[in-house]
């Protein structure tokens, strides 16, 4: 338990990447265009996605393919990540040891919103925290537009 210990803490001090539940600062990889289908991804299950582009935010977290694109979901929790995405939408996702630059749209329709609970419980086997979409914190991560 100690060495885990030491292991998190020089992983936050050093600014690695997200280690289990820490957050960390910027990811490392190899930036990658964004793909027309992100069904490559239903096989995995936590990605790591970061915010706030001038001081790198990160965290580890599970993520949803859809159509429209790829989601990430913090039910009604108001996490730093939410926040950092209202103040800007540029995201980074990393898959593996591809990084796709991303913007993130929050959510406010319930029936793409019933699209995504649907594919949380089939991905994940259960509905996600808080499906009240007025109350929700979900994010359609797409393609930046530069």
């Known amino acids: ?5 030491i292991l998190a803490t020089v992983a936050f001090i050093t600014g ?10 910027e990811l490392d990889g190899t930036v990658t265009p964004v793909p027309a289908n ?3 991804t239903d096989s995995i299950d936590t990605v790591q996605f970061e915010t706030r582009p001038d001081d790198p935010y990160s965290v580890n977290i599970w993520m949803i ?3 429209e694109g790829a989601y ?5 929790n108001r996490a730093t990540w939410v926040e950092n995405i209202e103040a800007d939408p540029s995201v980074r996702l990393r898959v593996g040891e591809n990084i796709y630059l991303l913007k993130a749209d929050r959510v406010t329709d ?4 019933a699209r995504f609970s649907d594919a949380y419980e089939k991905k994940y086997d259960r509905r996600p925290r808080n499906e009240n979409v007025a109350e929700a914190y979900l994010f359609r991560l797409t393609a930046r537009d530069e």
């Open 1 to 5: 338990m100690a060495r885990l210990i």
């Open 38 to 40: 992100w069904s490559f």
């Open 72 to 76: 990430v979901h913090a039910g009604a």
């Open 16 to 25: 690695w990447g997200p280690f289990l539940i820490l957050s960390g600062g």
């Open 110 to 113: 319930g029936d793409e919103f």
């Open 65 to 67: 393919a859809l159509p």
